[in-house]
Structures are given as structure tokens and as C-alpha cells.
């Protein structure tokens, strides 16, 4: 049974803000050996920062029928980073072993699939960034949230560019038949 609680009285760490089943110790969890995804120490550094201000947000999913971490690979790492020594933890049946490795895969590939609207990010990061609100907490690290916030400038034409003129006389040669005309852009 899932139960939903804002604190976990035994432990000391992050709050609970997640549904769960169980608050395990860490060293009980193991590690998919099938695991595809790979989380780099900059991703596991920005997942614990947000833990540790956000507290836990969605816990890490264990496969009854194998014990292993199914999703929140990136979670358990993060929470090994922060020293902790338990995390929130949802077990959910898998009916076969394809069916488990099936979800491992998806968990993450579904998000990859998300496309982000580039202006409304940029006007959704720009507002958190008014309120002095410590940036990397969107999971942007500093050279990310440079680039996205950056205003692009007004792109200048090369000096020696000419002047547009309607006027101008125009030379044309059919490239299949050969026939050629000319004509100006407007007529007199």
C-alpha cells in the first residue's frame, strides 16, 4: 500500500514529498546490472542539489520480482553522493523479466522523446530568473542556462551589401530549353 508523507520521522534527510511504499536503506538496493543509461557525475551533482532543496519528489521503483532498481538509477546515485542512508521506494510487480526490461528501457527513452517549446522554456527560465532563484535548480548548469538565456542579437547585413532596388534589370535562361528573357522588376 502507497502512503503519502511530507516527513520521514527516522531519518534526517530530504523531506519526503512522494507517494511510497517504503523508506529502504541504501545498501539494500541494487543496481540493475542491465542498465542502459549512464549518469554522468555533472547529472548526478545537479539530481542531488535538487534533492536536497526540493527534498524527494519520486521515489526509486524496485521490481518485486527481481529486486533490482528499475527507475531512479540517477536517484540512488544522487543519494549515495549526498550520504544518505535511505531513500523512498516504490515496488511494482512486473508479470515476466521482458516486461521489467521493457520498463527499465522506457522509464527514461519516453522522456528523451519530449520535445521542449525553446520560447516558452526561455520565458518560463527568464521568470525564475527575475525572482533570483538559484538557477541550477532546473537541472540547467551554468553553460546550458548562458546559452538559453542569451539574447540574440540583430543580425547586421556585411558592410559592402547593397542597397535593395526593386528596379533592377533581370537575366533569364531556361535551363532545359535554352530560351532566354529579360525584364525588370517593375514595369514602366
Request: glycine share 6%; proline share 9%; hydrophobic share 35%.
Amino acid at each position: 500500500m502507497t502512503t503519502r508523507k511530507r516527513s520521514n520521522p527516522k531519518s534526517t534527510g530530504p523531506t519526503l514529498n512522494c507517494a511510497y511504499d517504503e523508506v529502504v536503506p541504501l545498501e539494500k538496493l541494487v543496481p540493475n546490472p542491465r542498465n542502459p543509461n549512464r549518469h554522468p557525475e555533472s547529472q548526478v551533482r545537479l539530481l542531488a542539489k535538487v534533492i536536497t532543496h526540493q527534498g524527494w519528489r519520486s521515489p526509486v521503483v524496485v521490481s518485486t520480482r527481481s529486486g533490482f532498481i528499475v527507475a531512479g538509477h540517477g536517484r540512488y546515485d544522487a543519494a549515495r553522493l549526498l550520504g544518505l542512508t535511505e531513500v523512498p521506494v516504490d515496488y511494482q510487480d512486473f508479470a515476466t523479466e521482458a516486461d521489467e526490461w521493457a520498463h527499465l528501457v522506457a522509464d527514461n527513452r519516453l522522456a528523451e522523446l519530449a520535445e521542449a517549446d525553446e520560447a516558452a522554456l526561455k520565458e518560463l527560465l527568464g521568470e525564475l530568473k527575475a525572482t533570483d532563484f538559484e538557477m541550477e535548480l532546473t537541472g540547467f548548469d551554468a553553460d546550458a542556462l548562458a546559452g538559453l538565456l542569451a539574447v540574440p542579437a540583430e543580425p547586421e547585413p556585411p558592410e559592402d551589401f547593397p542597397e535593395a532596388d526593386e528596379d533592377l534589370p533581370t537575366e533569364h535562361q531556361c535551363p532545359r530549353c535554352g530560351f532566354q528573357w529579360s525584364g525588370k522588376a517593375s514595369q514602366e
